[in-house]
């Protein structure tokens, strides 16, 4: 029996998804330990979904992937349909609301061939070699989308790897409908546009009908008679409102090289290039599909030479001199681990009152013991493991501020897991030191070592980054002096620690040099009041300005 296959909830603060690589396609065979199904990028890894962790492959005798509900790098929420399996040949389609598989690129909503019902008798069309193609949803914030351009006319035979539909601009970007990301389109011999359904220029819902596509001479009619009216001007073409033949070309442009409707072919990151850069698209030659332009092609692009002006009369005063410049900038959609971020420090800065306290540590004596424990320690210590042995150890002396709030009660943890932020290319990661109040500085060490080497090569596992009672951000090593962070809720606290600093110090009215490390406490005051903040950093304050403290 065919079965739905939903995005896992893969770490503890997940709540979407990224299908960042189809492992196996539709029609591939899965069996036990042959499982891997796509790697699942979350907000803090990137992660393989196995379905021998989820299921038992061999209740199927002929186990296929029947459906893939996701287009490669979209978001979806946890539990929505990603996937589909079942016995070879198996009808799937009921588990999707008893219509036709469809383009959608969100799989949590319903596909695009179950449109309005109309009042009319239901018609069969489960023979019908077509299929409708809904406005797809290609950001996790879209919800209706304009046609730009219509990449095809009606007739045009679409091919496996030539599958470009249409220019559609999101609430985010213009982007390009690739038939190949959305539908298996070798099912239609051959897959042919039948149909139309809006003009370029016009904006319509997520799912409402943009087109129909199938085999020639299928009977689309009864698909489109129980799906949403498409506008009847644009039934006979794909653009309704071609340009008026009478309108001359700028005298200082030659009329664009366009196809046989008129289109100059290029891609939307083309188009805009050529505009920022003054390029006339008709000059350049494009390297892609069918003579298409790309971005390639306007970067390579080189100005044939112009006859050169004539010589212009002499000016009482000089010209002024021309500044040559060039405005540019580049845009990246926000990937899963950057939305969690912003989505949970946003929380914590707008809902938990937060207050600061800083404080002055000499590092004299830490400096010195660290270089005598270095002699014999197997791995080499850093002030940071330093750091985080002394915060366990403070914490198991002021427990109120190893503790949580839970909106309804607070929760005084009695083991000590200490979080360490950790900068990775994508963002910002928090692996996990656990009983740390229990290890040596060299199981400390050795511990973050291997944490933090798996956090910026994406490896880190769930149980690497759950947990955490407190944590600890060091942005010293950056030559940073002093900062204050956000807390990483349900936490109470978060300590930033800045670099250890050289300065000038006084004692008995004489100068002399001396080493000191600046820390500010981040405390949410629902859950920690000044005075038992204050008390935790002067603990911790006296351990690392006495390190023999932390070995006892």
Not at 6 to 18: C, L, Y
Not at 55 to 81: H, Q, T, W
Not at 246 to 256: F, I, N, S
């Amino acid at each position: 029996m065919a079965e739905i296959i939903t995005m896992p909830k893969m770490s503890d603060t997940m709540t979407e998804g990224v299908v960042a690589e189809w492992l196996k396609k539709v029609g591939d065979q899965l069996k036990p330990g042959d499982g891997l199904l796509a790697e699942i990028e979350t907000d803090k890894a990137t992660m393989e979904l196995d379905l021998d962790e989820r299921m038992d492959l061999s209740n199927f005798k002929d186990c296929r992937l029947l459906y893939i509900g996701l287009e490669k790098g979209k978001a979806v929420p946890v539990d929505s349909i990603i996937a589909i399996i079942g016995e070879n040949g198996e009808a799937y389609e009921h588990l999707l609301g008893g219509a036709p598989a469809a383009p959608a690129a969100s799989p949590a909503e319903a596909p695009v061939a179950a449109a309005p019902v109309a009042t009319a008798p239901a018609v069969d069309t489960s023979n019908i070699k077509a299929e409708i193609i809904g406005m797809p949803k290609m950001s996790d914030t879209m919800t209706e989308g304009t046609l730009v351009s219509w990449l095809r006319k009606v007739g045009d035979v679409i091919k496996p790897g030539e599958a470009l539909l249409a220019e559609i601009e999101t609430d985010k970007a213009t982007m390009e409908f690739d038939l190949d990301n959305f539908i298996d389109i070798t099912k239609y011999a051959p897959c042919t546009l039948l149909y139309i359904g809006i003009e370029e220029g016009k904006t319509v819902a997520v799912d409402d009908v943009i087109a129909v596509i199938g085999e020639p001479g299928a009977d689309f009619q009864a698909l489109l008679k129980g799906g949403s009216p498409a506008p009847a001007a644009a039934t006979a073409a794909p653009s309704a409102t071609p340009a008026p033949a009478a309108a001359p070309a700028p005298v200082a442009e030659a009329a664009p090289v366009a196809t046989a409707d008129g289109r100059v072919k290029a891609s939307p990151l083309a188009k805009a290039l050529a505009k920022d850069k003054g390029i006339n698209l008709n000059e350049v030659k494009g390297s892609g599909e069918n003579g298409r332009i790309v971005k390639a092609d306007i970067d390579g692009f080189v100005p044939a030479a112009k006859p050169a002006p004539a010589p212009a009369k002499a000016a009482s005063t000089p010209a002024p001199a021309v500044v040559l410049g060039q405005e540019s900038y580049e845009e990246f959609p926000v990937n899963q681990m950057r939305k969690t971020i912003a989505r949970r420090l946003s929380e914590s800065k707008f809902s938990a009152p937060e207050f600061y306290l800083t404080m002055e540590i000499n590092m004299d004596k830490a400096m010195a013991a660290r270089v005598s424990m270095n002699e014999y320690s197997p791995v080499k210590i850093s002030f940071n493991d330093m750091v985080i042995k002394a915060v366990a150890v403070a914490l198991t002396k002021h427990p109120k501020v190893n503790s949580y709030w839970l909106g309804d009660k607070i929760r005084i943890n009695h083991h000590v897991h200490i979080g360490m932020a950790v900068a990775v290319e994508d963002g910002l990661l928090v692996p996990v030191i656990r009983f740390a109040n229990t290890k040596s500085l060299s199981q400390i060490s050795a511990e973050a070592k291997d944490l933090g080497g798996k956090a910026k090569n994406k490896q880190l596992q769930p149980k690497d980054w759950e947990g955490n009672t407190f944590t600890v951000s060091n942005l010293g090593m950056f030559g940073i002096d002093e900062f204050t962070s956000i807390i990483n809720q349900p936490e109470s606290c978060i300590l930033a620690v800045g670099g250890i600093k050289e300065t000038v110090g006084v004692k008995n009215g004489q100068f002399y040099a001396t080493n000191v490390m600046k820390v500010t406490l981040t405390c949410d005051h629902r859950t920690v009041d000044g005075a038992t903040g204050a008390a935790f950093l002067q603990t911790f304050k006296q351990l690392l300005e006495d390190p023999i403290k932390l070995l006892v």
